[in-house]
């Protein structure tokens, strides 16, 4: 098993980056029995009970349904933790779908746009509609989350089914303006000064504290760090997606091996170790900002065609 099935947990059937969801030809839609076992709060009909009367539970079994006779599949799921046991069956989740009815070729080194539902029907989300880009790695066509894009938020109120299934095409129409990312930022040289302020910027996202202070031994150079051969290319295309990775999945063990801190009581240095951001609102969120910033440090070389991707909310 190779470091990118260890991050995402490929070959499992408890992520959005599923073996279900393979680009060599054998993608599926998931069951709703497999669903069940792994995101069993997809089919809360009800609320849960610290809701108030005026919360409107989006029973999300009943728009992705919808969303599945409209040709958008369900290829990988993943539920959040909560500490409470009873919001187990309420809690946030997260649906990758994609349409299995084309007949697109990919191969690897292509980025592709799919579709990505949030929900959750216990007060801790509203229903989010988000745009995926995904990188296809390998040859068995396994993916690396880039970055999440076009966003549209649906509150708990008034007719949500429709207002999803509108705001799903909405999202993935705007989205695949933003696929022109790949080729366009490719073509950016990245000095090394230049690749060292991303990862500066990208640093202070991923261990800030609430006062914007960073207390880590890692340091932003390590960010930059490649997994494979492949990413040592010098343009903004590639840096954006080694900080990316290393951001979200922590940076490789080779970097963590030879990073060491000094104990609380500071009589022994430890090994350090930087853990993948597993919950799903913190992967959401980062990836939003990292995009942001790559497409403001693009517009700072001169390239204007990729704009930030904007929130829409879709309200009563």
């Known amino acids: 098993m190779n470091a990118l099935n260890r991050g995402f947990n490929i070959a499992r059937g408890d992520s959005v980056y599923a073996s279900t969801a393979k680009f060599d030809g054998s993608a599926r839609a998931l069951t709703e029995d497999e669903m069940r076992k792994i995101a069993p709060s997809i089919f809360a009909v009800t609320a849960h009970e610290s809701r108030s009367a005026r919360f409107m539970p989006i029973p999300t079994i009943e ?25 187990a069956d309420f809690t946030k989740h997260l649906i990758r779908l994609r349409r299995l009815d084309d007949d697109v070729k990919h191969k690897v080194g292509d980025t592709v746009c799919e579709v990505l539902l949030k929900n959750a029907n216990d007060g801790t989300a509203a229903y989010d509609i988000m745009a995926g880009m995904f990188r296809i790695r390998c040859s068995n066509s396994l993916v690396a989350h880039t970055s999440t894009l076009e966003s549209a938020r649906v509150r708990h109120s008034g007719d949500v089914q429709t207002k ?45 504290d ?106 009563n």
């Not at 728009?63 to 919001?87: A, C, H, I, S, Y």
């Not at 303006?177 to 090394?192: F, G, H, I, K, V």
């Open 63 to 87: 728009v992705l349904r919808g969303l599945m006779q409209e040709g958008f599949m369900p290829v990988g799921v993943k539920q959040g933790n909560t500490r409470d046991p009873g919001k």
């Open 164 to 208: 999803v299934i509108d705001a799903t095409y909405k999202v993935l129409n705007e989205a695949h303006n933003l696929l022109a990312a790949p080729q366009d930022w490719s073509q950016l040289a990245m000095s090394r000064d230049e690749s060292l302020v991303l990862a500066e910027a990208a640093h202070v996202l991923r261990f800030a």
């Open 210 to 315: 609430s006062d914007g202070e960073v207390h880590t031994p890692f340091q932003p150079q390590q960010l930059l760090t490649p997994r494979r051969h492949g990413d040592q290319n010098a343009d903004l295309w590639t840096t954006f997606n080694v900080v990316q990775e290393n951001v979200i999945r922590g940076v490789p063990q080779s970097e963590q091996r030879r990073t060491w801190h000094r104990s609380e009581d500071g009589r022994r240095m430890r090994r350090a170790s930087m853990r993948e951001i597993g919950n799903i609102d913190g992967s959401v969120k980062l990836n939003k900002a990292l995009f942001v910033l790559t497409a403001r440090m693009a517009e700072l070389k001169g390239c204007h065609s990729i704009k930030p991707p904007a929130e829409v909310e879709f309200v």
